[in-house]
């Protein structure tokens, strides 16, 4: 693993910009709070990034110097960039570690990758959010013991339409009775996929420590391997 | 499949030959409960077998006419004969399914095939339980929409300590706000394992339709290929 | 399962029409090679269609009176038009079946299900195939005992770039020393998936007893169960 | 990951005293070659228990000053006392990493986290083995490219009776035409399992550099995070 981390924070940036209630929770951003979360982490040199940037702020350069993106988005989906999303897709296989936030489930990055409707159950009723731990000992939860609580969050409900993942993390309950598969993992190409579920932008989840945990050990947990050799694949020669 | 799978329902039956509330619920015992539910679903035959008769009734023959076997114990797992757990297993690796029911996570049998603890938290406090299907298409819900609702119930709560499973069909939250993977599928051999949480002896789960029908929707699933191979190991010459 | 499961056979037939050899090999096109067999095998009606008719043979209308479609695609995989790959994926998630056989695996409706680049080694040069059981006991390999041989195929080597696979069923080695996992399934919404190595167009491997065999056996296991339930998503009450 | 990976290096050492052609190869048993490569990869304090040492040389305090156990037995293993392989289990479970290697696979102590026969064809005739990577980009293959190739090998064919693994990682191809998943990973309770096919005792595999580099790999991969929370089970009141 790195020991530095080059992570880029990726957020869509507009609820802020309309919502005042949102603003009030993140002034300076979804994405700036989650950075400063990977910033105090240690280990990484993060940098944000986010729609209305030219090229998303997704550049070929930006990408090829990403170990680890995170992304959020809920709104504007369909305002990505088809071919920036192929070109993070690219980056993947090829090895960046992939964070899918929230809302992030309706992504085409993350429809892509996954291959199904990424649809589910929700509700916005301030419902309090349990998080168990369904891998003791996985990286994704060092630290932590057996579950955390946000006190009040949207609801996301099952079935979640995801592919069966390699790795169940996390579960979640929800006041109302509801679970939710909150941690799950995958790969894809070379690259790790981690998508986790809190963070809906009117709650404070982003500012909460046990969540930034979980997003700092995710990061160090999608990180590449070093010196990742690249694929050969096409007509091959016997031995 | 089969279309006449052979069934026999293993029950550890003894709380309800001292607990006057358990029998009150299961007049015939819990096995009975389970027989009758399976024999109503149709297209199998079933016979029950239970700890304290000759050889718990699983006798070498009994085992070699089981196509899927149910196993409900709790109170008395280490009462099971060392010899008699290993013509399970034996008979699992060779094709037979096998049922896990509910407190059956701490049996000799489970625990042999999981590797595992089985370890889970608990309490008994009423907690009204839902099952929430996370695999809509499995067999093991056909004919069911989205989750089912269990009255009341035992809590089991994460973390749950077997392996990662290869399909998590059912997830349940209770009450108290704990969530459990409650449904969840392995392959062992040529054998197919369900394991199904429901069913503590004070409440009347297995007098539930719809738990009747999750159970007799896991016999079908796991009863063995027609005509399945016995597999070759040992020394090999070359082709 | 169905007993009586309505198939679609589709193919790209083109080399047929083109390739001399090939139409020697398959004088009615692959296609019409893979019917025949799923017909002898019964319990199926299967009928057949092809890129160049209109809507390449996959109408609304076609497809969802499909429980299992199959697939092979090769050198006008980008003919295919994005709507109808876009029918398929849905009725995918709807519950039909999909068998990807060979060259499939890199056709428009495998990459999007998969979600990464599918590519592989390759070689033309008469490799013999020894494909592997790695889980006997699957519906998939019914009435096979443990490995099968096709004197002479296309090689494909590893990295085969997919997801971990829900199972691995069938592993290949070829002459030249290469391994493939030629037999992987996968669960999409509430569609299964298989995808199955064998099929070069020079070779006659669809006119192999045994090849046809794991069609036919894949086709029933990729059958949807019957009445499944369309999942509800979105905004939803508390209970 | 620790940056001081405290490794044991199992070995039964019965082959090396008894046969010459053994002892040519590993004159100082093939524990010591093990060590000497994990030594050579840095970042690890290594040292090595064997079967005829008291408590097969893995007392308590060595378990419980042990990251990551490496384990490699063939002749006997039924002398490998139970209470001894019931507290590796337990280690596991708390968090140790386990490697198992070659004719390990039928050890008590991998059965046991296995729950399946683990067992496989095999034939020694100097095959050639050729191990693919079927996960690039996994830590185990760090470094490496897409194969290594061991000259003369015994081999080991499927089926390998072994649970669906969490990733398959390796798959070798010998000249006699078998396969084999030579690299397979596990989770079993806190601790991470990662079996490696190779290492026949009449073959200099352990002197070869990179089958020493994915043991080094490995033990990095399975090397218990810091901190691991010990999991709290049994009775729970309500929130």
């Given at each position: 693993?790195?020991?530095?981390?080059?992570?880029?924070?990726?957020?869509?940036?507009?609820?802020?910009?309309?919502?005042?209630?949102?603003?009030?929770?993140?002034?300076h951003g979804m994405?700036?709070?989650?950075?400063?979360?990977?910033?105090?982490?240690?280990?990484?040199?993060?940098?944000?990034?986010?729609?209305?940037?030219?090229?998303?702020?997704?550049?070929?350069?930006?990408?090829?110097?990403?170990?680890?993106?995170?992304?959020?988005?809920?709104?504007?989906?369909q305002e990505v960039?088809?071919?920036?999303?192929?070109?993070?897709?690219?980056?993947?296989?090829?090895?960046?570690?992939?964070?899918?936030?929230?809302?992030?489930?309706?992504?085409?990055?993350?429809?892509?990758?996954?291959?199904?409707?990424?649809?589910?159950?929700?509700?916005?009723?301030?419902?309090?959010?349990?998080?168990?731990?369904?891998?003791?000992?996985?990286?994704?939860?060092?630290?932590?013991?057996?579950?955390?609580?946000?006190?009040?969050?949207?609801?996301?409900?099952?079935?979640?339409?995801?592919?069966?993942?390699?790795?169940?993390?996390?579960?979640?309950?929800?006041?109302?009775?509801?679970?939710?598969?909150?941690g799950v993992t995958?790969?894809?190409?070379?690259?790790?996929?981690?998508?986790?579920?809190?963070?809906?932008?009117?709650?404070?989840?982003?500012?909460?420590?046990?969540?930034?945990?979980?997003?700092?050990?995710?990061?160090?947990?999608?990180?590449?391997?070093?010196?990742?050799?690249?694929?050969?694949?096409?007509?091959?020669?016997?031995?």
């Open positions: 693993m790195a020991n530095n981390i080059r992570v880029t924070v990726w957020h869509e940036f507009r609820h802020e910009k309309t919502n005042a209630a949102v603003r009030a929770i993140y002034p994405h700036n709070a989650i950075a400063a979360g990977l910033r105090a982490a240690g280990g990484m040199t993060v940098r944000t990034a986010t729609l209305d940037e030219p090229e998303h702020g997704l550049s070929a350069d930006v990408l090829a110097n990403t170990d680890v993106l995170t992304w959020w988005g809920h709104t504007a989906h960039r088809d071919d920036i999303v192929e070109r993070v897709q690219q980056r993947v296989w090829a090895g960046m570690g992939l964070l899918v936030l929230h809302s992030g489930h309706f992504s085409k990055i993350f429809k892509r990758l996954m291959g199904t409707s990424c649809d589910l159950k929700w509700r916005q009723a301030d419902d309090r959010e349990i998080i168990w731990f369904t891998a003791p000992g996985h990286p994704i939860v060092q630290g932590l013991t057996d579950h955390i609580i946000i006190p009040r969050e949207e609801m996301y409900g099952e079935h979640f339409d995801i592919p069966e993942p390699d790795e169940t993390v996390l579960i979640s309950s929800f006041s109302g009775g509801e679970v939710f598969r909150s995958y790969r894809r190409g070379g690259g790790k996929i981690f998508y986790f579920r809190p963070g809906h932008e009117t709650y404070p989840a982003y500012h909460q420590k046990e969540v930034l945990q979980i997003i700092a050990n995710a990061v160090r947990w999608a990180a590449p391997v070093e010196n990742l050799a690249p694929q050969t694949y096409g007509n091959r020669q016997p031995l």
